[in-house]
């Protein structure tokens, strides 16, 4: 177990010896993750535009167009919208299946194990690709069918989610507690440059010859192998044997992930109906008034539809690459610019803004708990009232505006704090109704609002292009500023103390 902040590392008689021995071993820290979170990051971000060309390619060819037609046709994006909508629902689905088992399994067989078959899991997605975008080859021939296998694959194995489990776990063994905060905080930042900088070396490998841009998969399977080879013979493990042992010890079968496996069925249905239990109105007792405070249900509400919204993010890469032909390299280059934008929201703006607009208290006093429902409510009902507007603003904007398409694109992605705000404003609003022991299960049943959200936004979407795409494509934009509206609607409705008293969502 690692060590408390307040208990000294080493006794004075050992201090010398203990220094050199560490000195000569390798041992765990946060600091060998940077190596493995910065090539995950930058792998996804070499091959995400170049994933929108495949899916067009593939529409195209299912559509039995002649290659000249493909890129006028509006059936091809519309036929590329419900290929990727697939691909992302069947790894939801997988990965929310996968990654309890898997998390368990690195309990009991060490956190690099895991990692290792996350990162497998990526390599395998790639290879797929690269099967599937060569000629005249029956993975070409069938490659809208072959294509679902990279996905199945990696959800398997638990996908991004049982990777971003086990990154914190490792964390977590090996730092002291009152520290993990900032160290998630600087893993998410290089997470976002890693995306970044992806489309950057993307450009610069494609502007070396005259490659095929599928050459991209290629490059990220590459640093993807390298990535295996430093997980299994350079960063050390994280949780040592003994500890292993002894959660061993405690389980009464080895084989507890199959279990899981086959306990799938009651366990989904206790694991969505039990944490979502949690949103449901709470009875308040207060000088005023004693009724049902529905602010927690509220914020959940807000937070679903926020999260549903979000899937416009990938009909906005496909609609980039019909409407304005952009080439891989372009449609990188724009992606890049929105990964920048929400870095720069995430640690510098946002930070800011709360630093300086939070409510302050004074020594000796006690903050109103209301007050803080009060901020979360107002930076979150702006933050997606912006969003709603700049997708709103996108939908009646001239369609051959590429430079307003592309501000307006920022202009959303400087409101990416939606996320986090959302899950303090729900906190808020449980403490401030007297609950606050009761914030972990809440955090639980955000995640499965999340998952649920994951698995339904893809398919909304990419229908309403699908549907619309030969007549008005831009009507996934309004749906997603209704969305977003209708969020910032719930949010105005949650009430602070002050103005409870009246009766409002009280029975």
């Known amino acids: ?5 307040t208990q000294p590392l080493l006794s004075d008689r050992q201090n010398s010896e203990e220094t050199s021995n560490r000195r000569s071993r390798w041992e765990a820290n946060p600091y060998w993750l940077i190596a493995v979170v910065m090539a995950m990051s930058i792998a996804r971000g070499m091959t995400m535009a170049i994933r929108v060309q495949v899916y067009n390619d593939i529409g195209c060819t299912a559509l039995v167009l002649p290659r000249s037609q493909c890129a006028e046709s509006p059936d091809v994006p519309a036929r590329a919208a419900r290929i990727q909508a697939s691909i992302t629902t069947v790894m939801s689905i997988l990965s929310a299946i996968a990654t309890g088992p898997w998390s368990r399994w690195g309990d009991l067989h060490g956190r690099n194990s895991v990692l290792m078959l996350t990162v497998l899991g990526a390599l395998a997605m790639e290879i797929v690709f690269i099967l599937v975008t060569r000629p005249n080859t029956m993975f070409s021939r069938n490659a809208e069918q ?39 905080s600087t893993i998410q930042g290089l997470n976002f440059i890693g995306l970044a900088i992806g489309p950057w070396i993307s450009g610069f490998i494609l502007s070396l010859g005259d490659f095929s841009p599928y050459i991209l998969f290629y490059a990220s399977s590459l640093l993807l192998a390298l990535l295996l080879a430093y997980i299994a013979f350079i960063c050390p493990e994280s949780l040592p044997a003994e500890a292993r042992s002894k959660l061993e010890d405690r389980s009464s079968d080895s084989t507890t992930i199959f279990k899981h496996f086959r306990n799938l069925f009651s ?10 239990s ?12 004693s009724g049902k405070d529905w602010n927690v249900t509220l914020a959940g509400g807000a937070l679903f539809l926020y999260l549903i919204s979000v899937a416009v993010y990938n009909i906005k890469y496909i609609y980039g690459r019909h409407v304005y032909q952009w080439s891989p390299t372009e449609l990188g280059f724009y992606m890049s610019l929105l990964w920048i934008t929400r870095a720069v929201n995430l640690l510098v703006i946002l930070p800011i803004v709360i630093g300086y607009f ?5 020594p000796g006093e006690e903050l109103d708990r209301y007050a803080e429902v009060r901020f979360d409510q107002i930076l979150a009902g702006a933050s997606l009232a912006i969003d709603g507007t700049a997708d709103a603003l996108i939908a009646i904007a001239p369609s051959a505006s590429q430079t307003m398409f592309v501000a307006l694109s920022c202009m959303s992605s400087f409101t990416s704090g939606g996320n986090p705000i959302l899950h303090s404003l729900a906190g808020a609003c449980l403490h401030a109704a007297g609950y606050s022991s009761e914030v972990g299960p809440l955090f639980g049943a955000l995640a499965v609002v999340a998952a649920v959200a994951h698995i339904i936004s893809p398919w909304l979407f990419a229908l309403t292009y699908s549907s619309t795409a030969a007549t008005y494509p831009k009507a996934v934009f309004v749906l997603a500023a209704a969305l977003l509206y209708t969020a910032v609607a719930l949010l105005a409705t949650i009430r602070s103390k002050s103005r409870m008293t009246t009766g409002a969502h009280l029975s």
């Open 278 to 289: 949690m949103l449901k109105p709470r009875h308040v007792t207060l000088p005023t008034y």
């Open 267 to 276: 366990s989904l249905v206790a694991g969505l109906l039990s944490p979502i």
């Open 1 to 5: 177990m690692p060590p408390t902040e």
């Open 146 to 184: 072959f294509i679902m296998v990279g996905p199945v694959m990696d959800g398997l194995v638990g996908g991004l989610s049982a990777y971003n489990g086990v990154v914190h776990a490792y964390i977590s063994d090996c730092t002291r507690h009152g520290s993990r905060a900032r160290i998630f």
């Open 358 to 362: 939070k409510p302050k208290v004074r």
